[in-house]
């Protein structure tokens, strides 16, 4: 598969991985489309109940209408069939057409002013439907302006970039790597030497793992058109020309150095005797001009001197001559210091022999921009130090002749170095830094040699998985720890209240009292008197007497009859309805702090990190920098995945004269037509507390019935 790497801007730094993040932060659900209130209409009850009120009220006019309408039509009747005279039936039908008159006119006034109230509410309720529904438009106008600020904001954090680059800071020209599998290293490798391939740059890879770490490097340069030199060591050590050429203090110093790695790490014996030794034994073998000194001939030289051997076998090789045997041997005698020698030179030759065949089969090579030489399986224990100390230190002597160049311009990769020992590295790291060569060291395990020299100098210092304990341990002390503000106490006290009340009253009232009485009286009378009357005359005058009779007859008849109808009618109604809702909250938060120092990252996050994961750390001007990358190099390949740093990227200048914060403006993503935020635009609609006016998407706008249907929140009882 071929991965595809994005240049960076700076081609002089080393990228390591790529670390996760989103600047632009994720817009959440999108917003709730409003719920149409609960639109208002004439009640039918209200109506029914108004109507039943009016009926009750009308009953005793209805009534007093029929009975003079029927009164009116018998009267008429009996005066026309002649059973009651004309004038007395004229009399009752003028007065029941009054009666009728005055009940009928009254149920049309009741009956109008009924439909003028069921016109006024249907009014009411008109506004008030026109009311809701123009605020309806200035909600939905809202959310649409809300959707799509959602939708540009959605947009942009699904096109941002979400791998930005880690890279080893500017100034550093060493990166340590502690910890980490063969498959972690692979992957770091691979995306670091990569970049800087693609940047130009050269690449040397000594693999001392035994692991076939740089296969996946080697397939990648293959696909990207570089054909790589590969050794792999003790079967190429024929082919291998590094350390030939070297006059006789380095070779000797080369020597010395290779023969000592079965020391014990940190031991302070003298090499002194050790590189007199080699720097004799090569001023003999470089007697002859027609022969360049190699390692095989130096073996050959040790086992004559030591007396290993017939020196007549090296002879008839070819690797000395017979006069430089001769030499070798005369040149110590067999006194007590002589023989430690003699026993010291056994000591070398039995070292320096598997670097015998190194440079003895040596053919022209066209030059590369990837070297890798890398350490078999077959080499064994003491065969893998020596051979990774030989690569080590005649790399060493060649930085030391090369002139200064770019940082990281040529980086060199030594996996596996916890086998080298401690002064090895140094002269290593000390050559790297005079010619500016970019150098990367990864350690399988943390031990003293390496702890000390972890972060030496001004190098970045980046931790992969840590199997051990005491090695997590140890890198958990080396990032470091800081001082924290942590809550030692909490107390929270919330409170809600709340009350919802309806209340419906109706109360209706009707009264109806009819009172009839009727009196009829008869009585009859018969009077009658009879007088009789004598008178003489009087005595003193002479008269004539008299005589007088009377009768009276009387008789009385009377009839009487009264009638009298009263009604009373008392109606009362009242209609009403009451609601109320109240809502109360109350929160008291009390938070209690204290300092408290913490490692920066615990030892078990460093024990069960990722294969490819790897935490970066380094001195910068605003303290020491943790940075957790991910050195997987399918993440190269990937679209959302850019060289720039997560540092560059923020600092971008943007694209819109508006936008703050130094972020850019996402691709994808359109510009605001104006520097007005989206809060006061969305100040300018009609608010839901505000007057609503009337606002329409129909004129102009498109349809605001955007994003998820919403639930129906309504605290108020549903009324049909």
Request: overall charge positive; charged content about 20%; aromatic content about 4%.
């Amino acid at each position: 598969m071929l991965i595809v790497f994005a240049m960076s801007p700076n081609v002089n730094r080393l990228l390591v991985g790529y670390q996760y993040a989103t600047p632009q932060p994720e817009p959440g659900p999108p917003p709730r489309r409003p719920t149409p209130p609960e639109q208002e209409r004439l009640n039918p009850d209200w109506t029914a109940a108004q109507r039943r009120e009016e009926s009750r009220l009308n009953r005793p006019l209805k009534g007093a209408f029929g009975i003079a309408v029927a009164l009116s039509a018998t009267a008429l009747a009996l005066g026309v069939v002649g059973s009651l005279d004309v004038l007395v039936a004229g009399l009752a039908v003028v007065c029941c057409a009054l009666v009728a008159a005055v009940s009928g006119y009254a149920l049309w006034q009741g009956e109008r002013a009924l439909r003028s109230r069921l016109a006024d509410e249907r009014a009411r309720v008109g506004r008030m439907r026109a009311a809701q529904e123009s605020r309806l438009f200035a909600w939905q106008a809202e959310h649409a302006t809300r959707m799509r600020e959602w939708q540009e904001l959605r947009v942009a954090y699904e096109r941002q970039k979400r791998w930005y680059a880690v890279c080893a800071p500017d100034g550093v020209h060493r990166v340590d790597v502690a910890g980490g599998t063969l498959s972690g290293w692979s992957a770091m490798l691979t995306t670091a030497a990569a970049n800087r391939l693609a940047a130009g740059g050269e690449i040397t890879v000594l693999d001392l793992t035994e692991g076939s770490v740089a296969l996946d490097l080697i397939g990648f340069a293959r696909a990207s058109g570089i054909d790589p030199l590969v050794w792999v060591l003790p079967d190429d050590l024929p082919r291998l020309d590094l350390g030939n050429g070297q006059g006789r203090d380095a070779l000797a110093d080369l020597l010395s150095q290779v023969a000592s790695v079965a020391d014990e790490q940190g031991s302070a014996r003298d090499l002194s005797l050790d590189n007199a030794i080699l720097e004799r034994v090569i001023d003999v073998l470089a007697g002859n001009p027609l022969r360049q000194v190699t390692v095989a001939a130096v073996t050959a030289g040790l086992r004559a001197l030591a007396q290993v051997g017939d020196p007549r076998d090296d002879v008839a090789a070819g690797l000395i001559t017979a006069g430089q045997a001769d030499r070798l041997t005369a040149m110590f005698g067999r006194a007590a210091t002589d023989r430690v020698v003699l026993e010291r030179a056994w000591v070398l030759e039995s070292q320096l022999r598997k670097l015998a065949p190194a440079g003895t089969a040596l053919v022209p090579l066209p030059r590369s921009a990837l070297r890798v030489a890398a350490l078999s399986p077959r080499a064994g224990v003491v065969g893998s130090r020596v051979l990774g100390t030989y690569l080590t230190v005649a790399l060493t002597h060649l930085l030391r002749d090369a002139e200064p160049g770019q940082p990281w311009q040529h980086t060199l990769f030594v996996l596996g170095a916890d086998k080298l020992r401690g002064d090895v590295l140094d002269r290593l790291s000390d050559a790297c830094e005079r010619s500016s060569t970019g150098l990367v060291l990864a350690y399988r395990s943390i031990s003293s040699h390496v702890r000390q020299r972890l972060g030496r100098g001004n190098a970045a210092v980046a931790f992969m998985r840590l199997g051990n304990a005491e090695d997590a341990k140890a890198a958990s002390e080396q990032i470091g720890t800081e001082h924290r503000f942590v809550l030692s106490q909490l107390t929270e006290t919330i409170g809600v209240s709340v009350t919802d009340t309806t209340s419906s009253a109706y109360t209706s009232t009707a009264g109806s009292a009819n009172s009839t009485a009727t009196s009829w009286s008869h009585s009859e009378g018969l009077s009658r008197s009879t007088g009789h009357g004598h008178s003489d005359g009087s005595l003193l005058l002479p008269s004539r007497a008299s005589f007088s009779r009377s009768v009276q007859t009387g008789d009385s008849h009377s009839t009487s009859k009264s009638e009298s109808v009263s009604a009373s009618v008392s109606t009362s109604t009242a209609w009403g309805m009451t609601t109320s809702k109240a809502t109360g909250d109350s929160e008291t938060l009390a938070r209690a702090l204290q300092r408290s120092r913490e490692f920066l990252v615990e030892q078990h996050e460093l024990q069960q990190l990722p294969a490819s994961a790897m935490i970066m750390t380094y001195a910068g001007p605003a303290g020491r920098q943790v940075v957790l990358a991910d050195a997987n190099p399918g993440i190269g390949g990937l679209g959302a995945a850019t060289a720039l740093t997560l540092e560059e990227f923020r600092g971008r200048p943007t694209a819109s004269p508006g936008g703050g914060g130094g972020r850019p403006t996402p691709r994808g993503v359109r510009e605001e037509k104006s520097q007005q935020s989206p809060a006061a635009a969305r100040g300018q609609v009609a608010g839901r507390d505000d007057k609503p006016g009337q606002v329409s998407w129909r004129q102009g706008r498109p349809p605001p019935n955007l994003g998820p249907p919403p639930a129906r929140l309504d605290w108020r009882k549903h009324r049909s």
